[in-house]
């Protein structure tokens, strides 16, 4: 039983939500809703009142992926009454070793159908809002404006600093997570109540192809499940209005150490978005930004590749894979030098050769390209899509991971 003093301190927490409390007032529990949600009407810090908190509130999922599937998931089974997801993508089998959200039976179906019917499975009183686009500057304000708390799922960096931008823009919290092989971490960021934005902790975006996505590079397949759940829990507490948000804090975890360490973050007076003096008030071009349309690399499609094989045009295939990777799959007459390997074995090749780089998706050689470029090679190309796309649209029996 709770002393008075607990008492009353729960009472001030549940005064803290982000829950605009006339939306609140309008809102009730049907006799289902309150033995479905039993467990948590009997927590003190929750109670009726906070998961009247629940069902009022709006929370947009920005992906549907590895992040994404937990969140959506344990959103929906908290009761939160409306849940947006933003995402554009179809499932893929390689999806399913991590997007939860998603079975064997569900690929090649669009993620957000496959998601809509397996969030309405877990909880059928919710309401359950699509948004089958790629977030762009042209549309972010408009969706988030719809929402009381961001979940960002997004797995690029152009995505994230919108997310952020508009975010701010619209004093809504941004909860971010990312994840990385064995390692994630996240935060809330919201200038509004008190913490930095995504760009006070980074102004500046890495250089193009210097941070590898899960394709690249991997990810254990629960370390998503985790943070997602993070990033769930953080909701739900701004939501009910309980507990210390992750605002100003950066919670890392390693999984390999089951460790997790927290990092304190400051908000940035010189932030040019939410500093003293901000420059930054609408959306900009964040592929731009990023790096994604500067530095263009030459490239060639795999029915490109297809066609000059097939005609016998002199060239040669470099896989920019590593080794393992190079004994999952790999495209005949390829020869294979690592990224990493290719500052000290340039020297091997024939600057007056043609050469067609490729990698798993079309990233790291275009890094490749850039650095063969750097060396005195002029007739080197970038294999769109890399071997992922030869195995889907050329030759299928190259297996795809």
């Not at 009247?52 to 992906?63: E, T």
């Not at 762009?136 to 960096?157: H, K, L, T, W």
Request: aromatic share 6%; glycine share 8%; net charge negative.
């Amino acid at each position: 039983m709770l002393r008075a003093e607990s008492r009353a301190t729960v009472r001030r927490a549940m005064h803290k939500s982000v829950i605009a409390a006339e939306r609140v007032s309008d809102t009730g529990l049907t006799k289902e809703e309150l033995q479905r949600y039993s467990r948590h009407l009997i927590m003190p810090e929750v109670t009726a009142e906070g998961q009247k908190r629940l069902k009022a509130a709006r929370v947009l999922c920005i992906g549907a992926g590895g992040l994404g599937s937990p969140a959506a998931l344990y959103l929906a089974a908290a009761g939160v009454g409306r849940l947006g997801l933003v995402d554009f993508d179809r499932v893929d089998l390689t999806n399913l070793q991590r997007q939860i959200l998603h079975g064997t039976k569900d690929i090649g179906r669009s993620k957000l159908e496959s998601a809509r019917e397996r969030l309405l499975d877990i909880n059928p009183d919710i309401k359950v809002e699509l948004h089958e686009c790629r977030l762009s500057s042209d549309n972010a304000e408009q969706i988030v404006a719809d929402y009381d708390v961001i979940v960002d799922g997004s797995d690029n960096f152009a995505t994230r600093y919108l997310s952020n931008d508009v975010c701010v823009f619209a004093k809504k919290p941004n909860i971010y997570g990312s994840v990385f092989r064995f390692e994630g971490q996240t935060t809330v960021f919201a200038p509004q109540l008190g913490g930095p934005c995504y760009r006070c902790l980074f102004p500046e975006p890495p250089p193009p192809e210097s941070v590898p996505n899960c394709a690249q590079a991997g990810v254990l397949g629960v370390l998503p499940g985790i943070i997602g759940m993070l990033q769930t829990i953080e909701a739900i507490k701004l939501i009910v209005g309980i507990g210390e948000p992750l605002i100003g804090r950066l919670l890392h975890f390693d999984a390999l150490k089951v460790q997790f360490r927290e990092l304190k973050l400051r908000r940035d007076p010189q932030c040019p978005v939410c500093g003293e003096n901000p420059t930054i008030f609408a959306p900009i071009d964040y592929d731009q930004f990023c790096g994604a349309g500067d530095d263009v690399v030459p490239g060639i499609s795999v029915q490109e590749l297809k066609g000059k094989m097939e005609a016998g045009d002199a060239f040669e295939l470099i896989d920019v894979r590593e080794p393992f990777e190079f004994e999952i799959a790999r495209i005949d007459g390829a020869k294979l030098i690592p990224l990493g390997e290719i500052p000290e074995r340039a020297d091997e090749l024939d600057r007056e050769q043609t050469f067609i780089v490729h990698c798993h998706s079309g990233r790291r050689s275009a890094q490749a390209v850039r650095l063969l470029k750097q060396r005195g090679f002029s007739n080197v190309y970038n294999l769109e899509g890399g071997i992922d796309a030869w195995s889907e649209f050329i030759d299928p029996t190259v297996p795809k991971y």
